[in-house]
T-cell receptor
C-alpha cells in the first residue's frame, strides 16, 4: 500500500542507549518531517527535509540527528537517549511544502527508562 | 512565535449531533490544515484551507484569515468521528514548519 511506513512501532531504551527510527515513503514526495507528540499536546517538529541530501532543524531539534541519503527515506537518530525523549514519534511527507497531501506514518512509541 | 488555540478542549456528543470546533491563531498565516487523529493514533489530513470554505461529506471547514480563525463543522456525528481534531498553521516566512494547536478531543456516544 502506498504511504509512509515507520519502523519500529514500539521500542524501550535504557538511558544513554542509541537508536535509529526509519521512515520510508513511496509517493515520491520531496518533503519529509519528523514530529514528536507528548500527552495532551499537539505535534512538535523535530527536523525536516526539503529534498534528498538536505536537512533542517525544526522547533525541538536538540538530542536528535537526521539524515536523508535517499529521497524515499528519512532517518531519525537518538545518540544518547534520555527519559525526556519518551514520546510518540511521527514521520510525515508531502509533495509541496506543508500543504495538502500531507501523509503521516502510524507512529513509533518510544519509552526511555 | 505564533500561538494556535483550539476550543473546546473536550467535547462529548450523542451520535447524530452537530458540532463546531474552533481554531484561533495569533499571526498571519499562509497555510492552515485540519487533521483527525483516531483513537488508535493514526493522523489523517482533513482539509488544507488557508482561506475560504471547503466541504467533504459531513465535514466542512471555513477559514477567515483576516480575523485569524478557522472553524471545522461536523454534521450528523458518527462514533467513527471520535478522536482528536488538530488545527495546524504555517507562518508566512516558513511554509515548512506547521505549528500545531493542542487539539479538541471529541467523543461521540452511540
Amino acid at each position: 500500500n502506498a504511504g509512509v511506513t515507520q519502523t519500529p512501532k514500539f521500542r524501550v531504551l535504557k538511558t544513554g542507549q542509541s537508536m535509529t527510527l526509519l521512515c520510508a515513503q513511496d509517493m515520491n514526495h520531496e518533503y519529509m518531517y519528523w514530529y514528536r507528540q507528548d500527552p495532551g499536546m499537539g505535534l512538535r517538529l523535530i527536523h525536516y527535509s526539503v529534498g534528498e541530501g538536505t536537512t533542517a532543524k525544526g522547533e525541538v531539534p536538540d538530542g536528535y540527528n537526521v539524515s536523508r541519503l535517499k529521497k524515499q527515506n528519512f532517518l531519525l537518530g537518538l545518540e544518547s537517549a534520555a527519559p525526556s525523549q519518551t514520546s510518540v514519534y511521527f514521520c510525515a511527507s508531502s509533495y509541496i511544502a506543508a500543504t495538502y497531501g500531507y501523509t503521516f506514518g502510524s507512529g513509533t512509541r518510544l519509552t526511555v527508562v | 512565535g505564533i500561538q494556535v488555540e483550539q476550543s473546546p478542549p473536550d467535547l462529548i456528543l450523542q451520535e447524530g449531533a452537530n458540532s463546531t470546533l474552533r481554531c484561533n491563531f495569533s499571526d498571519s498565516v499562509n497555510n492552515l490544515q485540519w487533521f483527525h487523529q483516531n483513537p488508535w493514533g493514526q493522523l489523517i489530513n482533513l482539509f488544507y484551507i488557508p482561506s475560504g470554505t471547503k466541504q467533504n461529506g459531513r465535514l466542512s471547514a471555513t477559514t477567515v484569515a483576516t480575523e485569524r480563525y478557522s472553524l471545522l463543522y461536523i454534521s450528523s456525528s458518527q462514533t467513527t468521528d471520535s478522536g482528536v481534531y488538530f488545527c495546524a498553521v504555517a507562518i508566512m516566512d516558513s511554509n515548512y514548519q506547521l505549528i500545531w494547536g493542542a487539539g479538541t478531543k471529541l467523543i461521540i456516544k452511540p
